[in-house]
């Protein structure tokens, strides 16, 4: 069936280190992907998506490449900041009404 | 501002009550969706609306109801089914375009029992 995976977290790093996390889907057909994030005690925003193949979703210094050969949609930026720590989610699409179907999160915290 | 306004911020249940948990919004979307979020587990999709008066289970309906009589109004009831309520609960909404649909969410409702 469909899934999302995603790298368990948490992530720690310093202040302006680059961060990857890695996404990874399983779907039939062409999916949309999504990057959202999530601050302390708040819902989830989108942060970027992808469409189609080779789309690069960009968002606040964070960018994801939509790679169907590999079928990933990992998330970088290269100079994270302490307001950046959150729970990052990627999730997907397959259904024509978009069902999204999300990865476990993944908690990145920045330390100065 | 146009937005997704859950309340309660926070819920507490007794034993063998059923809570309801409020969303609405005001973008107009045709869609709405419940999630329910444990730690380390990401979301769950427990109901969702693509119309009014029109609603479909979820991945984990069981000991959830839900109602859409208004367009801008999906209400969630946590029943004295459900043994393990204890969650976070996220409500989203879309514009119902498909698969590159955005959903926007609310702030949460986090459900302890007493």
């Known amino acids: 069936g469909n899934s999302v995976t995603q790298m368990e977290g948490p992530v720690t790093l310093s202040e302006e280190a680059f961060l990857t996390i890695n996404c990874t889907y399983t779907a039939t057909g062409y999916p949309s992907l999504f990057w959202y994030v999530q601050y302390p005690g708040e819902g989830l925003q989108l942060l970027l998506k992808?469409?189609?193949?080779?789309d690069k979703g960009s968002n606040k210094g964070f960018e994801a490449t939509y790679r169907k050969e590999t079928t990933s949609f990992h998330l970088e930026k290269g100079s994270v900041q302490v307001s950046d720590s959150a729970v990052y989610f990627c999730g997907m699409t397959t259904d024509s009404w978009g069902k999204l179907q999300f990865g476990a999160g993944t908690q990145v915290v920045v330390t100065p | 501002d146009g937005g997704i306004t859950q309340s309660p911020k926070y819920l507490f249940r007794k034993e063998g009550q059923n809570v309801t948990l409020s969303c609405e919004q005001n973008?107009?979307?045709?869609?709405m969706y419940w999630y329910r979020q444990d730690p380390g587990q990401g979301l769950r999709l427990i109901y969702y609306s693509q119309i009014v008066n029109d609603f479909q289970k979820g991945d984990i309906a069981e000991g959830y109801s839900v109602s859409r009589e208004k367009k801008e109004s999906f209400p969630l009831t946590v029943t004295s089914a459900q043994k393990n309520p204890t969650a976070f609960y996220l409500c989203?909404?879309?514009?119902?375009?498909?698969?590159?649909?955005?959903?926007?969410f609310g702030a949460g409702t986090r459900l302890s029992v007493l």
């Open positions: 989203a909404s879309s514009t119902r375009q498909g698969a590159r649909d955005i959903q926007y």
């Open positions: 973008l107009n979307h045709d869609a």
């Open positions: 992808a469409t189609k193949a080779d």
